[in-house]
T-cell receptor, first 119, second 114 residues
Framework: DARVTQTPRDKVTEMGQEVTMRCQPI?????VFWYRQTMMQGLELLAYFRNRAPLDDSGMPKDRFSAEMPDATLATLKIQPSEPRDSAVYFC?????????????????FGEGSRLTVL | KQEVTQIPAALSVPEGENLVLNCSFTDSAIYNLQWFRQDPGKGLTSLLL?????REQTSGRLNASLDKSSGRSTLYIAASQPGDSATYLC?????????????FGKGTKLSVIP
């Protein structure tokens, strides 16, 4: 049963600490998204990768957030230094983009999320 | 900028009732629309995907319709069960060249009372 896998599921840390969240997309998918979910804002796009290349990270605070895809099976989202306002659930999602268009054609599959609490 | 609205924010119905969840979007130039289910503390599970050329999709007791011209989609749940209790989100993908991201609504929290 193919699924997007995220670690850690839960993370409690203190302000100023570095946090790294990891995502294993579904094998064969060539697009990866990072979303953040809060009660107030709902789901917000943080970053988008296609074929491991970052195409959009405009949703991320550049001074503290960074997203990478070291290889096709791993995407990372790092926060350094973390702040209380970063507390949220972070979701990774993967999908398959069309070969002829620079866009997703089909469904987006989400992981279970990483719940981050920054004290 | 695309905006997606889901009304009501919460809905409570007795078990067995048929129900409709609503989703509206401001820009009718969409590529597809996807309905998701989210259980507390869990990720989003894709329920139905409707391409812009389609009018509806069905899966079991679920039926999703799409009216692009009016900017609306509905998710119909037949014979609701307590296990259907969850938050339902709709998301649209715009059709512009190079468009890739989904714009999500805030969701409708459904409670099915036994």
């Amino acid at each position: 049963d193919a699924r997007v896998t995220q670690t850690p599921r839960d993370k409690v840390t203190e302000m100023g600490q570095e946090v790294t969240m990891r995502c294993q997309p579904i094998l064969g998918h060539n697009t990866v998204f990072w979303y953040r979910q809060t009660m107030m804002q709902g789901l917000e796009l943080l970053a988008y990768f296609r074929n491991r290349a970052p195409l959009d990270d405009s949703g991320m605070p550049k001074d503290r957030f960074s997203a990478e895809m070291p290889d096709a099976t791993l995407a990372t989202l790092k926060i350094q230094p973390s702040e209380p306002r970063d507390s949220a659930v972070y979701f990774c999602a993967s999908g398959l983009a069309e070969k002829t268009r620079d866009s997703n054609t089909g469904e987006l599959f989400f992981g279970e999320g990483s719940r981050l609490t920054v004290l | 900028k695309q905006e997606v609205t889901q009304i009501p924010a919460a809905l409570s119905v007795p078990e067995g009732e048929n129900l409709v969840l609503n989703c509206s979007f401001t820009d009718s130039a969409i590529y597809n629309l996807q309905w998701f289910r989210q259980d507390p503390g869990k990720g989003l599970t894709s329920l139905l995907l409707i391409q812009s050329s389609q009018r509806e999709q069905t899966s079991g007791r679920l039926n999703a319709s799409l009216d692009k011209s009016s900017g609306r989609s509905t998710l119909y749940i037949a014979a609701s069960q307590p296990g259907d209790s969850a938050t339902y989100l709709c998301a649209v993908k715009d059709s512009g060249a190079g468009s890739y991201q989904l714009t999500f609504g805030k969701g409708t929290k459904l409670s099915v009372i036994p």
